[in-house]
């Protein structure tokens, strides 16, 4: 490997976040306990695994799942990965009470709601936003166990915006606090409705640096903070924020995912994988296929793009029998009301439109909710001819990126969503559509399906440039950049 490009740390690197990287599984039936441990498979925590490793860091993340943590010191602290136990993991044991009002609670029937503009759908439930703070608080304290003078912190996401500022006041002022935001920043206009809306503010103005895939969230972070905090300086072209003595930079830097990774196993991928989800479904090697992959969530724009189906079939009689769109739908937060109607409303769609197309050995719509593995989610995105990406908002969506980088034949064609934050790097080569207009949306899916060969091979391979060039490397190597400027600052100020 090129070891210029592998991302690195300016100090020793504490990473926070919601999930863990690695589970562990301890056996107590087994007298000696032993244990097993899932590796990190997501592109994130994929992507930061090596560099805590490489750095000797620590990462800090809610226990979920972890049966029991008597095998580590009372800390809740284990080395991994288990090979080489190159950094800390420390796990945080939340009550259900907590994790109901933190996690169920404030971040995903408030925070999650309010930043993609779905402001009918928040719910303030009582209890929730104090739970959000404690929980921040542990995040902040166990930061603060760990922290030195040359610390590196780095927040990742919506679940943390009050953390920020504790942590600032709690370790030494030479290291610094980074924080990158997954989702969307609402308009002030949306912002308005949000509860706590000045600490919100304040806690994320704790950090050195705060980051958002595109321009328009850093714009709408800047016009939030200039409404409501009127004795903060924004300076709008330098990207920075003065408050209550301190600077926040904030920048855009689009996440990318592991291209080489989604290309090789796309190419190496074993069609025979495939052949459980389709040999019950009708689909044959002759089928045109379509694909959605998402999870099943209200900003995902599945009901739109079901409309947009049985409108393509109701114009377009001679796709019938020949094209099966298949949408993978992996349940998420269910616990939450919002997600079950949304779920059951998605399911009796899919029915609805089967009912009303399918034939003795056809079905228009193969649903889904079954668990893929990588190279089956890349076998699959390989065989695709038409991936669809319609959500009504979404921060980046790595699912456009993934379906590219595995479409090593460079022959696939991809509809996406002007509403998401892949679109400003994809929007000119892709299919463009906007999710509401159920006409439109029909004829684009027609339109990739009539596109020929050498067209849907340039656009392809112009999108495909775009993936590889800016990859999760890249991004990982742009934020620590960002984080190293911020991290000399700190170090500089120290010293004089
Ligand atoms: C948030 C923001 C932003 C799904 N099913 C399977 C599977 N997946 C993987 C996909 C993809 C990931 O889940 C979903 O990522 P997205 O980016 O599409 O969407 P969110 O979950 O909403 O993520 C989003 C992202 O954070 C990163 O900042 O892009 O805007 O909302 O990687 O591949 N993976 C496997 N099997 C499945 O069945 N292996």
Same mark, same amino acid.
């Given at each position: 490997?090129?070891r210029?490009?592998?991302?690195?740390c300016?100090?020793?690197?504490?990473?926070?976040?919601?999930?863990?990287?690695y589970?562990?599984?301890?056996?107590?039936s087994d007298d000696?306990?032993s244990?097993s441990?899932?590796e990190?498979?997501?592109?994130l925590t994929a992507g930061?695994?090596?560099v805590?490793?490489?750095t000797?860091?620590?990462?800090?993340?809610?226990g979920d799942?972890?049966?029991?943590f008597?095998v580590?010191?009372d800390?809740?602290c284990?080395s991994?990965?288990p090979s080489?136990?190159?950094y800390?993991?420390?796990?945080l044991?939340?009550?259900e009470?907590a994790v109901?009002s933190y996690?169920r609670g404030f971040?995903n029937r408030v925070?999650w709601?309010?930043?993609?503009?779905?402001t009918?759908?928040?719910e303030?439930?009582p209890?929730?936003f104090?739970?959000y703070?404690?929980?921040?608080?542990?995040?902040?304290t166990? %930061?603060a166990?760990?922290?030195?003078?040359?610390?590196?912190v780095?927040?990742?996401?919506?679940h943390?915006a009050l953390a920020?500022?504790?942590?600032r006041d709690?370790i030494?002022?030479?290291a610094?606090?980074a924080?990158?935001?997954h989702?969307?920043?609402?308009?002030?206009?949306?912002?308005?409705?949000?509860?706590a809306?000045?600490g919100?503010?304040?806690?994320?103005?704790?950090?050195?640096?705060?980051?958002f895939?595109?321009?328009?969230?850093?714009k709408?972070?800047?016009?939030c903070v200039e409404r409501?905090?009127?004795?903060?300086?924004?300076d709008?072209d330098?990207h920075?924020?003065?408050?209550?003595?301190e600077a926040?930079?904030?920048?855009?830097?689009?996440?990318g995912v592991?291209a080489?990774?989604?290309?090789?196993n796309?190419?190496?991928?074993?069609?025979?994988?495939?052949?459980?989800?389709?040999?019950?479904?009708?689909?044959?090697?002759?089928t045109?296929l379509?694909?959605?992959?998402d999870?099943?969530d209200?900003?995902?724009?599945i009901p739109?793009r079901?409309?947009?189906?049985?409108r393509f079939?109701?114009?377009?009689p001679?796709?019938?029998?020949?094209?099966t769109?298949v949408?993978k739908a992996t349940?998420s937060?269910t616990?939450?009301?919002?997600?079950?109607?949304?779920g059951?409303?998605v399911?009796d769609?899919?029915?609805?439109?089967?009912?009303?197309f399918?034939?003795?050995?056809?079905?228009p719509?193969v649903?889904?909710?079954?668990?893929?593995?990588?190279?089956?989610?890349?076998?699959?995105?390989?065989?695709?001819e038409v991936?669809?990406?319609?959500?009504?908002?979404?921060?980046m969506?790595?699912v456009?990126?993934?379906y590219v980088?595995?479409s090593?034949d460079?022959?696939?064609t991809?509809?996406?969503?002007?509403r998401?934050?892949?679109h400003?790097?994809?929007g000119s080569?892709a299919?463009t559509?906007?999710p509401?207009d %159920?006409?439109g949306?029909?004829?684009r899916?027609?339109?990739?399906?009539?596109?020929p060969?050498?067209?849907?091979?340039r656009?392809?391979?112009a999108?495909r440039n775009r993936?590889?060039?800016r990859?999760?490397?890249?991004w990982?190597a742009?934020?620590?950049d960002?984080?190293?400027?911020?991290h000399?600052d700190?170090?500089?100020?120290?010293?004089?």
């Amino acid at each position: 490997t090129d070891r210029s490009r592998e991302p690195n740390c300016p100090g020793s690197l504490i990473v926070v976040s919601n999930r863990q990287p690695y589970r562990h599984e301890y056996d107590e039936s087994d007298d000696e306990r032993s244990v097993s441990v899932d590796e990190p498979t997501g592109g994130l925590t994929a992507g930061l695994d090596p560099v805590c490793q490489r750095t000797n860091g620590t990462w800090i993340a809610w226990g979920d799942g972890d049966a029991d943590f008597d095998v580590a010191d009372d800390r809740h602290c284990v080395s991994v990965p288990p090979s080489s136990g190159a950094y800390t993991l420390r796990r945080l044991d939340l009550s259900e009470d907590a994790v109901d009002s933190y996690y169920r609670g404030f971040s995903n029937r408030v925070l999650w709601p309010l930043c993609h503009g779905f402001t009918d759908l928040l719910e303030e439930r009582p209890n929730d936003f104090e739970w959000y703070r404690s929980v921040n608080d542990q995040f902040a304290t166990a %930061v603060a166990d760990h922290a030195d003078d040359d610390s590196v912190v780095w927040i990742q996401d919506y679940h943390f915006a009050l953390a920020p500022r504790t942590i600032r006041d709690s370790i030494p002022s030479s290291a610094a606090v980074a924080q990158f935001w997954h989702i969307p920043w609402p308009t002030p206009e949306t912002f308005r409705d949000c509860p706590a809306a000045v600490g919100i503010l304040e806690g994320l103005l704790g950090n050195d640096l705060l980051g958002f895939h595109v321009d328009r969230y850093a714009k709408n972070f800047l016009e939030c903070v200039e409404r409501a905090l009127p004795s903060a300086t924004v300076d709008r072209d330098r990207h920075t924020v003065r408050y209550d003595g301190e600077a926040t930079t904030v920048v855009a830097t689009p996440m990318g995912v592991d291209a080489k990774r989604y290309d090789r196993n796309a190419r190496s991928a074993d069609p025979s994988r495939l052949s459980s989800v389709f040999s019950t479904n009708g689909v044959s090697s002759e089928t045109v296929l379509g694909l959605g992959v998402d999870r099943l969530d209200y900003t995902k724009g599945i009901p739109e793009r079901l409309a947009a189906l049985e409108r393509f079939f109701e114009r377009n009689p001679r796709w019938r029998g020949s094209f099966t769109f298949v949408q993978k739908a992996t349940p998420s937060r269910t616990e939450i009301p919002a997600y079950q109607r949304y779920g059951e409303f998605v399911r009796d769609e899919v029915e609805r439109i089967n009912r009303r197309f399918a034939t003795e050995d056809w079905r228009p719509i193969v649903y889904t909710d079954s668990y893929l593995e990588t190279e089956t989610l890349a076998a699959l995105y390989r065989r695709a001819e038409v991936m669809i990406v319609s959500p009504l908002v979404d921060g980046m969506n790595l699912v456009a990126q993934e379906y590219v980088a595995s479409s090593s034949d460079a022959d696939g064609t991809l509809l996406l969503s002007d509403r998401t934050g892949a679109h400003e790097r994809l929007g000119s080569h892709a299919f463009t559509i906007d999710p509401t207009d %159920v006409d439109g949306f029909a004829r684009r899916i027609d339109d990739a399906l009539s596109t020929p060969r050498h067209e849907r091979r340039r656009r392809m391979s112009a999108l495909r440039n775009r993936v590889f060039d800016r990859d999760i490397g890249w991004w990982m190597a742009t934020q620590f950049d960002w984080i190293r400027r911020v991290h000399d600052d700190r170090q500089h100020e120290g010293h004089s």
